[in-house]
C-alpha cells in the first residue's frame, strides 16, 4: 500500500514532442505529490508538485494532471529538449509520516534532437 | 543561497569498516532526510530528523543510523559495511518536518568492496 508504481521505465521522444510519465498509487493517506528530475552524477532536483484538492497544474513546459478517483498523476514535457534527458521521479507523502517521500522506480527520458 | 552540501562526494570501504557521512542542509531548513538510491531498489528512505531528533525511520538495519546536531546539520553512519551498501547516499532539507518541499544535495557515492 505504501507503493508508488511509476511507468515507463524508459522513453525516447523526439524534440518538440510531449513527454508523459505515469504513476499510480494505493494509499490515500498520500496529500503530496512531486515530481523530481535527476541528471547523471547529480541529486534529484524538485521539478514540480501538486496536491490531491487541485487536478492540474503547470509550470512552463511541466504540468501535472491528477486523478485522484483513479490514484494516479502523471508528468507532460510539452515541446521536450535534449535538455530534458535524464531520469524522473514522481513521490508521495503520507500525511501522517512526515518528511518520508514513497518514490517510484523512476523514467529515463531521452529526447532525439 | 547555498543548496544542500555532502561530504565527502565519493568514498571506498571495504567489508566490515563503518563510514559517517555528513549533510548540511539549506540555511535555515531544520528538517534533514536521509535516502539510499540503488539501481536495483530505486529511492529509499531511511529516517529524517528534525530539531535534533529522529521523526521518522525506514526499514534498514540497526546498522545505519544518524544524528543531527544544533545547527541543524546532520551525520549517518553505516556500521559493518556490506557490499550491499554500496549506493549514492541522498541528504534532502526542507523548512520544517511538515513543510513538503525537499531539496537534496548531490549525494556521496559509497562504493563497498
Known amino acids: 500500500q505504501q507503493q508508488v508504481k511509476q511507468s515507463p521505465q524508459s522513453l525516447i521522444v523526439q524534440k518538440g514532442g510531449i513527454s508523459i510519465i505515469n504513476c499510480a498509487y494505493e494509499n490515500t493517506a498520500f496529500d503530496y505529490f512531486p515530481w523530481y528530475q535527476q541528471f547523471p552524477g547529480k541529486g534529484p532536483a524538485l521539478l514540480i508538485a501538486i496536491r490531491p484538492d487541485v487536478s492540474e497544474k503547470k509550470e512552463g513546459r511541466f504540468t501535472i494532471s491528477f486523478n485522484k478517483s483513479a490514484k494516479q498523476f502523471s508528468l507532460h514535457i510539452m515541446d521536450s529538449q535534449p535538455g530534458d534527458s535524464a531520469t524522473y521521479f514522481c513521490?508521495?507523502?503520507?500525511?501522517?509520516?512526515?518528511?518520508?517521500?514513497?518514490f517510484g522506480q523512476g523514467t529515463t527520458l531521452q529526447v532525439k534532437p | 543561497k547555498a543548496g544542500v552540501t555532502q561530504t565527502p562526494r565519493y568514498l571506498i570501504k571495504t567489508r566490515g569498516q563503518q563510514v559517517t557521512l555528513s549533510c548540511s542542509p539549506i540555511?535555515?531548513?531544520?528538517?534533514v532526510s536521509w535516502y539510499q538510491q540503488t539501481p536495483g531498489q530505486g529511492l529509499q528512505f531511511l529516517f529524517e530528523y528534525f530539531s535534533e531528533t529522529q521523526r521518522n525511520k525506514g526499514n534498514f538495519p540497526g546498522r545505519f543510523s544518524g544524528r543531527q546536531f544544533s545547527n541543524s546539520r546532520s551525520e549517518m553512519n553505516v556500521s559493518t559495511l556490506e557490499l550491499g551498501d554500496s549506493a549514492l547516499y541522498l541528504c534532502a532539507s526542507s523548512l520544517s518536518s511538515k513543510n513538503n518541499e525537499q531539496f537534496f544535495g548531490p549525494g556521496t557515492r559509497l562504493t563497498v568492496l
Open positions: 540555511s535555515g531548513h531544520r528538517s
Open positions: 513521490a508521495a507523502r503520507d500525511a501522517s509520516n512526515t518528511g518520508k517521500l514513497i
